[in-house]
Every structure is written in structure tokens, then in C-alpha cells.
């Protein structure tokens, strides 16, 4: 694997702020464990299958940038990015926002029986130098098994005991689907504007949960792909309408990734990492009647935008067309914000970087 700290540091302009600085430190180590495991799972299944770092630039770098690592249509990875990012305005003091620092990650595995996951840990700090963690963990099989799904209850509870029921709770309330009554994944787990009057103690937490996280996946995963029996048709088959639904989870409600597009399109393939290799178009052209107005239309864009075929291939080129859907649609409505995804607190993202 290629240094990540070393490409991490390379030519964006990091955040001046002292905290700022720890944070990226943090999601920048838990991205090196997670690329490393994951490829350490690989080769231990004989795979050749590696993450290709790329790097993107927040204003040619002067308002910071990132790196993520990707891998996609390999033999154990059917779509998966690790990507680091920090965001600042230290030349623009208008700005309510001083610095973003996240890493967020999905990783789709090829096996229908091993779950995808994705994990999200953030450090917003504003002008005023408040700031607050998102923590965000949950796990997402086509087919559940429920020893993972307490596995990984297990991990996040232990990390973060005093936590963990309200973050259970408002994990489940985030990722309810209403169109289609479900939920996307099993094991949901976030914590919205989380901070306390010790910041030591805060940053530990979203350290622990970050480690406990990743380290419980790595086991899953590696359980999962170790023990797999082949696949079966009707494997697959649960595992494309998974994908299908995740699509449609992602783009039509996820407020995370809306947000994302919306204060900027410098990292568009890179906000959309999250979406599987391929979906159903036909099982999601069907669930266009269940959609409230105006969200109807933007599924029925977000349908246009994709290949013919189905099941189609959600590559970079569809991906920047699926982006720029969702820029137009909530430029045209912006009250359908208030339909997305929210947990106890609705962080004002969108409003911070303007």
C-alpha cells in the first residue's frame, strides 16, 4: 500500500487551528488501519485486488482537499472508498465555518453474504471555536446474519457505553426509508453535534468508536469471506435489490450526502463513493409511485441519468450526472431539504460553508 500520510499531507493547504490539526491526525490514522486490514483480508484470500489512492483539491487546494482510497470491481471489493477530507476558510472570515475534518468511508464486498458497512467520524469546528464530533457506524447486508449484527452492536456499545442507546436510537431514526417502510442495514449507530465540556474526553470517544468500528468490520468481513459458501442465484439476486435500495437511501435522503454536493462540486465521484458498482433500474423505476412530490421527480431524474441497461453499471460518468440531478433538484426546491434524513438535530452544513 502506498504511504497515506505521506499523500495526505501532499499539496492541499491544511487548517491552521491546533484542533483542526488532531483531528486530521485522527481520521488520517483510522483511514491507514482500515486500507491496511482490508488489504491484509485480501491477500490472505489470495486476492491481488488493492486501493488506489487519488487525491482532490478544495479551491486548487487552498481551501484544503483530501484523499480517498478506492477500489472497485475486483474479486473480493465489488465498490469500496476510504476517503479523508478537511475543509477550511482561514483566509475568509465571513465564513461561520473555520475547518470540516471527516473521513468517511462504505465498503461494498463481492459476496452477497458479506455485508457492505459505512462508517463516518467528523470534527466541525466554527469561527468561534465551538465545535462538535458526527459519529456515524452502521452495518448493511443483502442477507443478515444476526451473530454479525450483535457483533457489531457489541463493538460500539463497549466503545461507547454511556452512548450508545440514545445513538442506537437516533441511528435508527436516520436511516428509516418511509417510501419503502425499512430500514437501510440492521446496526445503526450516531451520535448529531456531539460535545461536552471535556474535548479530551470527546476526542477519545470518536477515536475508540473509530477503532471499534473498523476493527469489528475487518472481523465480520473476514469471518464472512472466510466461511462463505457459493453464491446462489437468488443470493445475488437479494444482494442487487440491496444495492438498489442503498442507491436509493443515499440520493434521495441522505442529508450527508446532499449537503456535500451542494456546497460544492470539486469532489463529486468522491461524495458518491458510497454507491454500489450496480443497481436494479426496473425495481427502482417501480418505486417512483411511492415517492411524495417533488421527491417523484427527483427519482424519475435520477433514472434518467442512468445507462439503459438494468442492471446498470454507476460508474464516474453516471456518477457525475446522478450529482449534478440532485444539485438541480434541490436548487429548483429547497424545501424538499426538509424531507430528508435527520437525526435529533439538524446540523446546518449547507448554511456553515456560505
Request: hydrophobic share 40%; charged share 20%; net charge negative.
Amino acid at each position: 500500500m502506498q504511504n497515506t500520510h505521506c499523500l495526505n499531507s501532499s499539496i492541499h493547504i491544511p487548517a491552521a487551528c491546533e484542533q483542526a490539526g488532531k483531528a486530521y491526525a485522527l481520521v488520517e490514522a483510522l483511514q491507514q488501519r482500515f486500507v491496511q486490514g482490508l488489504q491484509q483480508l485480501a491477500q490472505s484470500l489470495g486476492s491481488d485486488q488493492r486501493f488506489s489512492a487519488v487525491e482532490w483539491l478544495r479551491d486548487e487546494g487552498r481551501h484544503g482537499g483530501g484523499v480517498r482510497f478506492e477500489a472497485a470491481a475486483g474479486d473480493v471489493f465489488g465498490r469500496g472508498s476510504v476517503n479523508v477530507s478537511q475543509v477550511h476558510y482561514d483566509d475568509d472570515a465571513q465564513k461561520k465555518l473555520a475547518s470540516a475534518t471527516a473521513i468517511s468511508t462504505i465498503i461494498h464486498p463481492q459476496h452477497a453474504h458479506a455485508p457492505s458497512v459505512h462508517i463516518h467520524i467528523s470534527w466541525t469546528q466554527m469561527r468561534d471555536g465551538c465545535g462538535y464530533w458526527r459519529i456515524m457506524a452502521d452495518l448493511n447486508p443483502a442477507i443478515e446474519n444476526e451473530a454479525a449484527t450483535q457483533q457489531f452492536f457489541d463493538a460500539l456499545q463497549h466503545a461507547a457505553p454511556d452512548q450508545f442507546k440514545a445513538a442506537k436510537a437516533q441511528g435508527e431514526r436516520y436511516f428509516f426509508i418511509p417510501a419503502l417502510v425499512r430500514h437501510r442495514g440492521v446496526a445503526h449507530f450516531y451520535l448529531e453535534n456531539y460535545h461536552t465540556d471535556d474535548k479530551q474526553a470527546d476526542f477519545h470517544l470518536a477515536e475508540h468508536l473509530g477503532k471499534a468500528a473498523i476493527d469489528a468490520y475487518l472481523a465480520i468481513l473476514t469471518q464472512a469471506l472466510q466461511q462463505a459458501a457459493p453464491e446462489t442465484a437468488e443470493d445475488r439476486a437479494k444482494q442487487l435489490a440491496y444495492h438498489t435500495l442503498y442507491f436509493f437511501q443515499v440520493l434521495t435522503l441522505d442529508r450527508g450526502t446532499t449537503s456535500g454536493l451542494l456546497v460544492h462540486d470539486q469532489n463529486d465521484v468522491g461524495i458518491l463513493g458510497s454507491l454500489p458498482a450496480y443497481i436494479d433500474k426496473d425495481l427502482l423505476t417501480l418505486w417512483v409511485q411511492r415517492m411524495p412530490p417533488p421527491q417523484d421527480d427527483l427519482l424519475k431524474a435520477l433514472i434518467a441519468a442512468l445507462p439503459e441497461a438494468s442492471p446498470c453499471l454507476v460508474d464516474e460518468a453516471v456518477k457525475q450526472r446522478l450529482a449534478n440531478v440532485v444539485r438541480q433538484h434541490y436548487t429548483a426546491h429547497p424545501e424538499a431539504l426538509a424531507m430528508q434524513a435527520s437525526g435529533d438535530v439538524i446540523p446546518p452544513t449547507v448554511q456553515n460553508h456560505r
